[in-house]
């Protein structure tokens, strides 16, 4: 290697260096600009907000003054992070707010830039920007919207229709149960969660008019919805409910249903009734499950663990000789045992 | 002049109580965090202190204990995120807290504290 392929070489590293440099301390610049920006607007939205809930008689805040000061600090409609930011802040704020204060927000909202940014996005072409824009929309409390968010209850992609359903829940409350029976897609676990979390935060009390109207429902994530519903709110007098689809022929209808019939204690006729559903019930680890709780929630009953012992049942008869075993009818397992075998087998007697 | 002290790290809800205190006429101190303290504050009684318990390098109880300790004051209000049942039954088990507010918070609840003082 001559003189001048070395020097070459160092130029070309130095330059690539030189780069490195530049493109760091040009981040680093604008990552500053950008939280000082940012914290700008956090700090003149704060000041509004503050100013527009407790208003000072001598020094009224006016919407001129407000959408000024907005245009001010970058609230423009060709800076999109920033008008995102901002809408990050007001939910924010109306997350924290309750009472009398939340509605004068949700005024504000409708009143300030930006306006409409979140209705618009609800007719982007892109999925991830509708679902976005619903979600502003309920977190804001908007309902003047309803109607364009409602036609999205239906909508193909999950994200979207998973935001306009809880839109619906965050709305109308228990009344969006009227609309369960005519849902058309599959409604996975973790939506049937947030939909139950956010009816128990917003709607804490129970309205059974929909419920009993939402029971007509045949879509089986209905059903399972229905349920959690009636376990979240611990509902004991809708536990029928929930009895009657431990033997639904769908396996994780019974699995849901034997999840929420375990927070209740049930009368004695209606665990008789449970019993008797058990034997219908054609999968062995559901019916351990729910032997389980039979077992917890009741007195024993020897003739009910007896008929089993002797069933055609052999995947849980080691649990009914366990449970038979240590509530005091150990000759009884013994009895079972010995009869299987003859005595020349087992050597006795 | 009577006076309170709000140290709230969130911005917004900073700016909030103070202009909710400083229309009951009081004369209103509004800090970020235990930082901004001074001499001065160590040295006022304070007729409330409205604060957060959720600061970066401090645990909730022990912040509340501090506060007691390093400044005078005659009612302790506790606004905070941090709603959860442990950390109520927690700071509901200490002595001397007038009151405790986890978000979403009604704002009117406190200003009819601090109207009947």
Known sequence: MDETTILYFIAVVFSILVIYWISIAVSLTYRRNRTARLEKIEITFA?????????DPKKPLTLTEITR??????????NKNNI?????????????????????????????????????????????????GIRELYEMNQSQYFDEIFKY????NIYVRREAQIALVVFLGWESLRFL?????????????????????????????????????????????????????ELHAETGYIVDNLNHEDYEVRETAIYCIKTFAVSSS???????????????????????YIYQNSEIDLDFYMRQLYGTNDDLKLSIAEILWNNGYKEKVQEFYYEQYPNSVLNVG | ?????????????????????KLNNFECRAIRSLDALNIEDQQTNYDFIIT??????????????????????????????????????????????????????????????????
């Open chain 1, 47 to 55: 000041d509004i907000v503050s100013r527009y809930l407790y208003e």
């Open chain 1, 69 to 78: 000061t907005l245009r001010n600090v970058g609230i423009k409609e060709k």
């Open chain 1, 84 to 132: 995102q930011f901002l809408i990050r802040l007001m939910i924010r704020t109306q997350r924290t707010i309750v009472g009398s204060n939340f509605y004068k927000l949700q005024r504000l909202y409708t009143q300030i830039p930006p306006y409409g940014v979140s209705v618009k996005k609800i007719s982007s072409w892109n999925w991830y920007r509708q679902a976005r």
């Open chain 1, 153 to 156: 209850r239906n909508d193909k």
């Open chain 1, 181 to 233: 029976p005519y849902l058309k897609r599959n409604m996975t676990l973790w939506q049937q969660i947030k939909i139950v979390e956010k009816l128990y935060d917003l709607y804490p009390k129970p309205e059974l008019k929909w419920l009993h109207r939402a029971y007509k429902t045949d879509r089986l994530f209905g059903i399972k919805l229905l349920m959690r519903i009636i376990r979240k709110y």
């Open chain 1, 270 to 292: 209606t665990m008789e009734y449970i019993k008797n559903l058990y034997d219908d019930i054609p999968d062995a680890t559901q019916q351990g499950q729910l032997l389980d």
């Open chain 2, 1 to 21: 002049m009577r006076k309170v002290l709000v140290i709230q790290e969130d911005i917004i809800i900073l700016k909030i109580l103070e202009r909710l205190v």
């Open chain 2, 52 to 117: 957060d318990i959720l600061f970066e390098g401090i645990a909730p109880l022990e912040f509340v204990a501090q506060i007691q300790e390093i400044l005078l004051h005659k009612n302790l209000l506790i606004v905070t995120n941090m709603g959860q049942d442990k950390i109520k039954q927690e700071i509901f088990a200490l002595r001397d807290i007038t009151g405790f507010y986890a978000v979403p918070i009604d704002l009117d609840e406190i200003e009819a504290i601090i109207q009947a003082y």
